[in-house]
């Protein structure tokens, strides 16, 4: 499969996305996706208007973005060792644990839309509620991702392990837990983008602090590039936490690498 | 392991009936046993909701159609745009050169702080609804189908390679027929975040959906009220419908996948 080879270079494989990032946003800013939208200047900001909300109100911005990046982030984590916890008895005990994980796809499939009223009527309007949001729904992702990782195993190795007499603790801590380590950092790239779309939506509701309630309340005011600065504030909490688990990952599973 | 193995229909009918049991119990512990206050906002009986839920049958149904439609609506646009795109980027390499960060970028990104700048720009009636279910189910679709083609057997593709196979019947006969299951682990992915997503813009102001319902039940019955419960209920019973829906479809497009997946299990 011979194809042109400049394409496989390493320099295009860089450049061309920035290029194309370059590109795009000054496409953005001189009209462009205006006049292909049909959107009007006030409904739409540009780039510079959106950069101009940063240089100017940082402050309010990091404020807002610590909240909501905090309640993700607790969040995350509890529903991250639940889930995990739910995955284990559920592979512990195959013959009934499988419906804990029949009930974990429910609850996967419950919009966080709904969910929402239902822990601010149960934690009230602070921080609480949005914790609870995040940590229902990486839970769920958690556990299923990890069931997976514990009971999939490599072929024939359960029947290795049991030729050998293993017991079902040693079966779980030798051949178990380390073929579900990749599962986990699947699992937790999923999960991050997740909790912080979680908070989110849960802070559009009934809050009074947040990216999620601020977008909503700047919008209504009409500050439509304060509204993208928000945005683009969740975006890169976003990024920045999919990025550290793809280096611990790295870190975490070189031995796997030759399976993956 | 060997132990006479229990139907799962079985386990799961026990673990829904556990549910509800233990929904039950706590819902009367709230009450008689430790008191809390205002014990309607936090828990109710499961059996009341449910009643009420039939009760308001088919004023539910319609509510949740109208969601049910319109994130459908969403949910193809924004699978076949997520297939288009895979597929160019799988048939062309400086495409995927371009494109690939920015995808994978943007499912880090997460998209429903869209919602109220879509909603800004387009309102509350159904183009909205479409236009942000497309939006989230465009990004699992395609990273999901991508790498189904990428993770296709390059042995099978160099033998079509050395018998001058065109590309077009290349992928008619080999790639998209590999790829079809992670098609529909992206399809999973998606469905149940249009409804979501639909619900958000019809909680942010619209006239008709289950979103809509369950506001009005929070205005006129407030949040203890078993019209909201069951409103919540009817929204749930979507989400879960919805992912039903795709697996339906999956279990009749590719039959033999199912089946070696059993196989490989037993």
Redesign the interface.
Known sequence: ?N?SSW??KKG??IA??IV??ILFVLFWQFGGLHWLLH?RAY??PLPTQIIDVFATQYAVLWKHTVITATEALVGLIIGSVLGFGVAVLASWF???G???L??M??I???????MA??M???FGRGMGSKIAVVIFFTMAAMAINTYRGLT?LPPFSLDLMKSYNATKKEIFFSLRLPNCVPSIFTALKVT??TS??SA??AE??SSYAG??FR??SV?QEGK?AD??A??AC??IV??I??MIVSVVERRVTKWHASQR | MEKKPVNRKIVIAVWVIGVFLVWEFAAFAIRHILPIDTPDTKLPYFHGVVITFFQNFMDLAASSWVTFINAGRGFLIGTAIGCVIAFLMSWSKAIEKIAFPYLITFQMIPVLGLAPIVYKLVGGGDEAKVAISALISFFPVAVNLLDGFHSVDVQRRELLYSYATKKPITYLKLMIPSALPQLFTGMKIAAPRTITAAILIEMMGSTAGIGVKILYALYYNGAGSLLFWSCILAAAILGMLSSVVVSLVERIVIPWEKAMLKKGEA
């Open positions: 499969m194809k394409i496989d295009f494989r061309a996305p194309f990032g959107l409904d739409f195959p013959q009934w499988y419906g804990g029949a009930l796809s429910a996967n499939a419950i919009p966080t839309t709904a009223p239902i601010n009527n149960w999939v991050t983008t912080m779309l989110i939506i559009f509701f990216l999620g977008v909503n919008l439509n509204g993208w928000y945005i969740s975006a976003g990024i936490m999919y």
